[in-house]
């Protein structure tokens, strides 16, 4: 099914009747090129330049070898080079496409897929502003998501995310990904041709031809890896983020239980202590418990466990200087040197300067993993967040010998690795479970659950409540079935604050999502918190209710994403590509195929617009049928326009819900 068609001075690729590749000696499939990159970063929020010595256009082509799924073509200009070969796979189904270049000081490649311009573009990691990026040109780089991301941004940008990936999927049914740690750019702008640029030659380049987008996604799950099945009691109730301590903890659950809400975790990234600053309460990032706020810890635990509620902690891939595991990770070498030799410690976090472990070092990786066992899964944690992972500088000198510009992308990948590792060295996997924000290719293989970062407390459409529906949509896309995210949001800097409003309309839609957490935020004093008057805890009440109700339908797309790779939360253009409207709306979504929900992303709206697919669908508040289109819905909060296809086999299921 490769085939090609060779001329005097162009070719053409096609792979199951479709063209990839068209080169002519104009405007060549390939170029190569002579870069600096400079990078410049702060708090995780990266400056990125790059200085072109040379562009290189391989205008000349040659056959080097022709076989049955296969071809060997030499590119060139008139003092360079490039091989390229293209070989069938027919286990995974998709060719690769190898470039090979000897000259060392070649550092930059481009190539051209073949576009139209009706075509829609979607993937490129979690993205956070776009759901099509035909049209757009986009970096892909971990690093901090930014924040008040929009026009403008306090930092950010609409592209800037905690995990990208060189990977598009094409409304045409196909996916491309490039097999790359590096820097690249990839640029849909041309109504003729995608141009992707990597700051490498890169390992491979994989092309997946498919009958619809839902089997494209599936073939790539394939590729990327499926995430680790999620531990059965996550569905059970509210994941309650709290801290402070004991006491605190237990009167915040008695709160909640006064109300009627199904409490199954909680979540206390202070486990480990904190560090006051004169900004206030930082976590104190040693990872092992404080004796002060969580006495006896395990025990603890183990009485929160009898009364049926989990305990989560936290931990990232770094260490205060002030901490007794910095001290201990120093001395087994554990710690990432800057080129010169020194320890690299980042104080881009105020008052705080920690250092930052090196992944690339083996026994780095198994000194983390058993502190990991040994401080949090031996204790009894149910699971944790394993935040961070983007802030690895370029400058470093890692004990595998990785150049920085490769090992910064690949940080994230390692980070989740080691967490992996160490659920399952500890026969762990079935019962304790961590989220993530970073990421990049292969991340899904072992990170259980992926969450959307730190958004702003507000209504902003590219930071807000808003933006971590494109974030689910896209992420899901790309190997990422187990997605959800902070229930009010985390920033709250300068004037923004989270309103009660707010608040309960971001219950609403974690309610029709994997898991629901709430945060307190950076400054939990400034932000409307789940008790803060009995109506929101009455709402919050009922919202948990309807999402342990839905457990029986989640169980099933847990085991469909297992099986198939399907996201449990999905674009609508997956089960109906043939309506173009779904290329870009953005801001509603399918639990599943038989959810539909339009959440209200703007405040004092009680009447919401929705788009339905040619389908027929039920309201699931009142039971009026609709059969497609646009249409306006009664939304007042508590009953956000949700709907479900009439000919679902969970019909019954929901129902029920409108009774709750």
Known sequence: MLEWKLMEKEFKIFYKGCLFIHHTEKDPAFEIGIAKGKYRMRMGDFKIRDKLKRRIPLSNYRILSEGEGTLRIELNSNDHSLDISINENTKTDCIEIY????????????????????????????????????????????????????DPPITGDWYTTYFPQPTYISSHNYFCHIETFYYSKFNFKDPQKHVLYIWEIPNKIILGKYNSLIETVSKLSSFLGRQPKLVDWVYDGLWLGLQGGREVVNAKISKAKEHNISVNAVWCQDWEGINMTSQGKQLFWNWEYDEELYPDLPQYIEELNKSGIKFLGYINPYLNDKAPLHDEALEKGCLIKIKDGEILYDDSTAENCFGILDLSNPQTFDWIKSVIIKNMIEIGMDGYMCDYGEYTPIDVSCHSGISGEEFHNQYPVLWAKVNYEALKKSDSLDKVTFFMRSGYTHSSK??????????????????????????GISAGLCGIGYFHFDIGGFHSLGDFKRTKEVFMRWAELAAFSVVMR?????????????DSDKETLEHLSKMVKVHVHLKPYLERLSEEYQKKGLPIMRGCFLHYPDDIIFHNLKYQYLLGADLLIAPVIKPKKSLWRVYLPKDLWIHIWNGDEYEGGWTNVQAPIGKPPVFYRKDSQFAKLFSRIKDI
């Open 446 to 471: 072992y990170a259980p659950m992926i969450w959307a970062g730190d958004q702003l407390v507000t209504w902003s459409i590219d930071d807000g409540l808003a933006s971590v529906i494109p974030a």
């Open 99 to 150: 470039p090979e270049c000897n000259d060392k000081k070649i550092n930059r490649f481009w190539i051209k897929i073949k576009a139209s311009q009706e075509e829609a573009i979607f993937g490129c990691g979690e993205q956070f502003s776009e759901i099509n990026m035909r049209g757009k040109e986009l970096p892909l780089f971990v690093e901090e998501q930014g924040v008040g991301r929009g």
């Open 518 to 530: 709430t945060h307190e935020g950076i400054r939990p004093w400034d932000n409307w918190q789940f």
